[in-house]
């Protein structure tokens, strides 16, 4: 078979109109380099590649809160297009497995009743709760000790706004253990990596977000006046706190969601987070949300008739929910007989259905993934691409494919490749797959042998591959640009230098990998020190995170966002009492 060549650009408006939708809200503009951009910031060769490198990343432009509210504005700016999914008709077996999973509709938000003329205004009603039901699902109880670094201008490490011991909050080039989420005071238990916010569940129970705010994804108010402050007075250094980053410290500080917000008696075992989003699981198989979705056009909604979610609210429908899982502006959920819904943005067939234009919305609606009914045991997602591996280890992909980031070669090179439902993935039958994550373009996995597996993008190496390296791969299995540089190893290809790998991360366009004596290896684009490593140029292979903080520390699990990472690690003496361990999700 003749060597694939990625197809050179046609026309910089066609290739926008093909994009994946550019997500999250990013840091300040005095900020480094965002993650949204990192098309045009690698470097020479990466910049001057095939049209898809002008990709979309975590973060984007900031935009301004708005409160919840069915209506639609006209001064929302639009985010990069994003790729059409090609239109197809669904088959019997899909049809009908939807059918069976499909969850009821959400009701439409009630309008509200004038005033009488002179009545004392009415108090604002509280959602109504649902009664708490037979718990089908474990919290985690392993205390974890939260290790974060990157750049942190919008709050996402969740070191605060001040220099502690000299440490500024930002620009934290290794990882440094986070004293506000304190395994003695604190507890975290499981902690979830949005494109620029954080959710984490606590030993007693509570609910913390930090980051950034802009379309509710903290679900809570962030307002605060310190951004007003007078810009003169800001000049004058005699009258301000030197220790002072100006950043907003209600969005960065970790910081519990009140508990009237949820059901009395309602405990939670797991969080995710989108870019714009956040969902956390109950104990009995419940979900509840916050947040918006994002489409090419911008803000899309956080339910049919809800376009902003600012306060947790209970997802419509879903019941015995096992796991969850988050894309960039796309939801998994797993229930307990083995079925997966999917809901969000569905604009690169990451929902796994059509989604027709003028019906777009319904996209919001939780509905069944055409898999194999009752037969899933995990999911996982990338930015624009989902994954499920069912009962007998096979592993299923769908969704944006156009830098082969499924794992399958189908239209892979192809700025508007998608995968149009769930297919197996070939490459990876003889081996039994117990994790898998999606960055941006790319997508690793380990195995039960303790392999790592990498695809996907390679200029950026996010693969974590040297370009030689990738010359030994089969030519069939290497895409190429106009000039015979690699561009896109579709093949799910095996990492010789590490072993015994337990778990792997992904962000935008960096990786993590997760041995079984608690060693932590990083990879791929780092120009915001989101690598760990201390540098801002690209780490080309898996390579050791070697610090003070982390060193002798049995490290267990990773997670990263758009511009930011964070190291999970067993807090000392803290042992779990349900024998397993939760990291990052």
Known sequence: MPPKVAKPAASKAASDAKKPAATKASAKATSKTAAATKATTTKAAAAKAVKKDEKPAKASAKAVVKDTTDEKTDDEKPVTNGATSTKRKA??????????????????????????????????????????????????????????????????????????????????????????????????????????????????????????????????????DGGLRDAD????????????????????????????????????VQVVASDSASFVLTEDGRVYGWGTFRSSDGILGFTESVRVQTRPALVAGLKNIKALAAGANHILALDNKGNVVAWGCGQQNQLGRRIIERNKMSSLIPQGVGLPRGKIAKIACGSYHSFAIDNNGAVWGWGLNNFGEIGVENNAGEDDAVILKPVKISFLADHTVTGIEGGIHHSLACTEKGELFAWGRVDGYQVGFELEAIEKVDKEYVIRDERGTARILVKPTKHEGVSDIVSVAAGTDNSFAVSKDGKAYSWGFSSNYQTGQGTIDDIHVPTFIDNTATRDKKIIAAGAGGQYSVLIGLAEDVPATNGEVNGAH
């Open 91 to 224: 088959s019997e077996t899909e049809d009908e497995h939807e059918q069976d999973v499909v969850m009821e509709e959400p009701q439409p938000k009630k309008s509200k009743t004038a005033k009488e003329p002179r009545a004392a205004p009415a108090k604002a009603k509280k959602p109504a709760h649902p009664e708490i039901g037979k718990k089908i699902n474990d919290a985690p109880t392993q205390v974890l000790d939260i290790y974060v670094f990157g750049e942190g201008t919008s709050g996402e490490l969740g070191l605060g706004s001040k220099r502690v011991n000299g440490k500024k909050p930002i620009d934290v080039k290794r990882p440094r253990l986070n004293d506000n989420l304190s395994a003695k005071t604190v507890g975290v238990v499981q902690i979830a990596c949005g494109g620029m916010h954080v959710v984490a569940l606590t030993r007693d129970n509570k609910i913390l977000t930090w980051g950034v705010n802009d379309q509710g994804a903290l679900g809570r108010d962030t307002n605060w």
């Open 233 to 268: 007075k800001a000049d004058d250094s005699d009258s301000e706190d030197e220790d002072d980053t100006g950043i907003n410290p209600k969005e960065s500080t970790p910081t519990a969601l009140s508990e009237e917000e949820f059901a009395p008696g309602t405990k939670f």
